[in-house]
């Protein structure tokens, strides 16, 4: 037997024993829920750390649907927006914690060229294509892979082939999503990725946080974002190619700063691509968000080059809440980490092109700490 296949046994050994166990590291591991869809299976996957914080997620779209956190008493409460059952999911929702691809964000036109040949993509935001076209990856089943621990760290990896043309994407892209919970309260998402043709890829999460316990809008937080400048975008919401700098702007968060007063001014809130001030693939910390009443905190960090600072001011009364919770309006804020967006019609920003033989990774870190 090599060495190879001795491995994967004893990962599926180590799995099958982690269920419903607590292991040497203080992790529980169980299968909380399990349901059809389109003939395929849909788990929904919990751990605990040895803190008592809690991370769920699923394979419908590699969602992180749950997560909770203690605030400076010690109470633990939901910090993401999540649904009250599994088969929520499946209805009317804004990619709550969805993997986003194959593409995130929005590409002029809907087409792209590739060595000489257009592309002609899925037309789902007016003109243009958004987030992977009509079906992307927030809308697909993939497959749980292992589920183990190693060392002080929980793991579960999703996995997921997108067929060549999916969405009017060239390339049989093969994707594996790592979610890696820490017993230092950290959730490390760790993306892989190759292909067989030519293609473009930026990937995404869509989790929507929110440290006051998921009862009140995100309006009173506190927010930092290591980027001076953001990309220009016209009025459908495609860059320019410009770059403008944040400065003496309502898109200035170099340092800890309120975003209610702004956004009462403004009338809408933050749907915004930053620059972020980092070396090109390294990991670094790009962003901090506050809430001083329950004493939480979030620390993001990610190897890519943008992240997508998004306050959604559209009312979520119409979603059924984790733990009966009721949301609202600027109910939640996403920390997208991605490349820019349109980078294929703008060659001077990083590119987003994959080619056969290499391989995509990113890794994007959000750890949650008490003031």
Request: aromatic share 12%; net charge positive; with cysteine.
């Amino acid at each position: 037997m090599n060495k190879r296949i001795m491995l994967f046994v004893q990962l599926v050994c180590l799995s099958l024993t982690l269920w419903g166990q607590t292991n040497m590291s203080g992790f529980s591991i169980t299968k909380e829920d399990s349901l059809q869809h389109e003939g395929k299976s849909v788990e929904l996957i919990k751990i605990v750390n040895k803190n008592g914080m809690t991370v769920k997620v699923t394979n419908y779209a590699a969602s992180l649907a749950y997560v909770s956190a203690p605030d400076r008493n010690g109470v633990f409460e939901p910090v993401v927006l999540g649904l009250d059952s599994l088969c929520y999911y499946f209805g009317r929702q804004p990619k709550l914690g969805a993997t986003v691809g194959r593409f995130a964000n929005r590409i002029k036109n809907a087409e792209l060229a590739l060595d000489g040949k257009v592309y002609h993509l899925d037309k789902n935001s007016k003109e243009h294509s958004i987030h992977g076209g009509i079906k992307g990856f927030h809308l697909q089943v993939f497959k749980t892979d292992t589920c183990y621990t190693a060392g002080d760290t929980a793991i579960v990896v999703f996995k997921y082939l997108s067929p060549d043309m999916e969405g009017g994407f060239p390339g049989n892209l093969s994707l594996s999503l790592a979610y890696k919970f820490t017993n230092d309260n950290e959730l490390i998402l760790d993306y892989v990725a190759s292909t067989d043709k030519p293609t473009v890829i930026n990937l995404t999460n869509h989790s929507y946080f929110n440290l006051t316990g998921c009862k009140e809008s995100i309006l009173n937080h506190y927010y930092m974002i290591k980027g001076d400048s953001i990309t220009l975008v016209n009025s459908t919401g495609i860059p320019t190619g410009e770059l403008m700098s944040v400065v003496g702007m309502k898109y200035d968060f170099r340092t800890l700063q309120p975003i209610k007063r702004r956004i009462e001014q403004s009338g809408k809130g933050y749907d915004t691509n930053y620059k972020l001030n980092k070396a090109p693939g390294s990991l670094a910390f790009v962003a901090q968000v506050v809430d001083s009443v329950s004493g939480r905190v979030l620390k993001a960090y990610t190897t890519e080059p943008g992240m997508q600072f998004y306050t959604p001011g559209s009312d979520l009364s119409y979603l059924k809440g984790v733990g009966h919770l009721r949301y609202g309006k600027f109910f939640g804020f996403c920390l997208e980490m991605q490349h820019f967006p349109d980078s294929p019609h703008h060659p001077q920003f990083p590119t987003t092109v994959l080619l056969p033989g290499e391989t995509y990774r990113q890794t994007t870190i959000y750890k949650f700490e008490i003031l």
